[in-house]
């Protein structure tokens, strides 16, 4: 088992973010929620391989990439090399060599999981609805037909299948959603969510892509 350098243990269950950069535009640079399966050593993980639009991610093999673990106390990184990929029953696996050491930082930035989540959000005295177009552990876009300026304060009851959570948050964003449906279009900053709930988004976005993948193969 590998130790950070703050005796956290890194187990089989947490989610790990791949991150692919492109050394020609950061624009074009992707990542993906995936879990760890198993660790072999102080060196090497059993990583699922991650998901996109319901097809898994062909990550090529000895490229390296920067990996995010969420860990109980927060968040580490690393590089690894992807070595090799193979399946255990359903599911496609990567052996992962880590390549450099794990070092604790703030996170700042999430990965963002397009979704059709219809929720609610509380301005003032009133409550309103909305549909939720992405969702991280950081915050959320939405469309309303509701305009809200940017910098006002919001609480919102987000439903993630088993349970819903009620966050705060702040808008950063307002512009036209280009929607028939829906005028407006906001980015939200969650404010000092919680783990817990932060943890409950993440595993909400990996369930969702595991769902995605089972839709696709008809299983």
Known sequence: MRRTA??????PG??????????LDKNLSRSFISQIEECVDDKTLIIAAP?????????????????????????????????????????EMLEVDLVTPFEKFQRREFFRFECVIPFQ???????????IKDISGGGIRFITNSQLNTKENLVMRIPLEAEEILLSGKILIKEDSNTELYKYQHRVLFDDIKKNDQDAIIQYIFMQQRKQVRQYKGL
Not at 6 to 11: C, D, G, R
Not at 14 to 23: A, F, G, P, Y
Not at 122 to 129: C, F, R
Request: overall charge positive.
């Open 121 to 131: 959000f509380q301005v003032g005295d009133l409550w309103e609805s909305g549909i």
């Open 6 to 11: 703050m005796n956290e243990p890194i187990v």
């Open 51 to 91: 998901i996109s639009g319901g097809k898994i991610v062909r990550l090529k093999i000895n490229n390296q990439y920067n990996l995010v673990i969420y860990a109980t106390n927060g968040y580490y990184r690393c590089n690894g090399v992807v070595k090799k990929s193979f399946r255990k029953g359903l599911i």
């Open 14 to 23: 947490l989610k790990v973010e791949i991150i692919r950069h492109s050394l």
